[in-house]
């Protein structure tokens, strides 16, 4: 079974930083898109950013500038980098994948997601 583990959740004063990581398990394939999705309390889920195996990236409008998606195709890990939190970041931020699993397939994976908390 393919697991995304997350970390580096927090509780963290307007205007600073944390990353969040997620690691996939190794006994893989290989890995599509890797992404970060957020969910705050009564709100759907939205996208935060996204990154190819190439590395070619995009960004919600409201993220661009801020945060940075980046990952380490080695470690089958991918980070996201947040700068200049604001309280309106306040989430469950969900890593997500799209993995080949040695199936003829590529699937969709979400990690357990991890709680972001902005105090202003």
């Known amino acids: 079974q393919v697991q995304l583990v997350e970390s580096g959740g927090g509780v963290v004063q307007a205007g600073g930083s944390l990353r969040l990581s997620c690691a996939v398990s190794?006994?893989?394939?290989?890995?599509?898109?890797m992404g970060w999705y957020r969910q705050a309390p009564g709100k759907q889920r939205e996208l935060v950013a996204g990154?190819?195996?190439?590395?070619?990236?995009n960004y919600a409008v409201a993220m661009k500038g801020r945060f940075t998606i980046y990952r380490d195709n080695a470690k089958n890990t991918v980070y996201l980098q947040m700068n200049s939190l604001k309280p309106e970041d306040t989430a469950i931020y969900y890593c997500?994948?799209?993995?080949?699993?040695?199936?003829?397939?590529?699937?969709?994976?979400w990690g357990q997601g991890t709680q972001v908390t902005v105090s202003a």
């Open positions: 990154i190819t195996s190439g590395g070619s990236t």
């Open positions: 190794r006994n893989i394939f290989s890995i599509n898109v």
């Open positions: 997500n994948a799209e993995v080949l699993d040695f199936g003829p397939d590529f699937a969709m994976y």
